[in-house]
């Protein structure tokens, strides 16, 4: 019998640059990344489909959370934070991709609850490179909670 491959859990990419979208959207197939991506250009549309994925269906839970900081309106601060307060999404790794360097910034997150904080390199080839680190670790290294847990 061939054992099909599961079906594997989206990364959400909270950006509202579309330009930085579709660079970490390539850097990631250039990486060789499977998982879909999802992209949510405004924190209010993060945070709507953040719910429906993990209390309403749990099947479309992420593996993994990119959030950008500087955003209009709710902004990835406040995303981060109401993340980190919820039961059934306090688990999911979210990694800050910023291209603040602030210190106060970097601690902040940290306090909230992200699980790395990083600054967006500024050419292609260092984000590709980022990106393979970045996969290479959270995809391929670390054991993350699958989705199954909260069904």
């Not at 019998?1 to 594997?8: E, G, N």
């Not at 060789?32 to 209390?55: E, F």
């Not at 688990?91 to 990083?118: E, F, M, W």
């Amino acid at each position: 019998m061939i054992k099909m491959p599961a079906k594997l859990q989206p990364i959400v990419l909270i950006e509202d640059s579309e330009d930085d979208c579709e660079a970490i959207m390539r850097a990631f197939r250039k990486s060789g990344a499977d998982h879909p991506i999802i992209w949510c250009n405004t924190g209010q549309q993060a945070l709507d489909m953040m719910h429906k994925s993990c209390v309403q269906d749990s099947t479309l839970r992420p593996i993994l959370i990119l959030l950008d900081l500087n955003m209009p309106g709710i902004d990835g601060r406040k995303i981060l934070k109401t993340i980190k307060s919820h039961d059934r999404m306090k688990s999911i790794p979210v990694i800050i991709v910023s291209t603040s360097d602030n210190d106060r910034d970097i601690n902040h997150c940290y306090q909230l609850g992200a699980s790395t904080y990083i600054q967006k390199p500024l050419d292609f080839d260092a984000l590709t490179e980022t990106v393979r680190r970045l996969k290479e670790y959270w995809l391929d290294t670390a054991l993350l909670p699958k989705e199954s847990a909260y069904a």
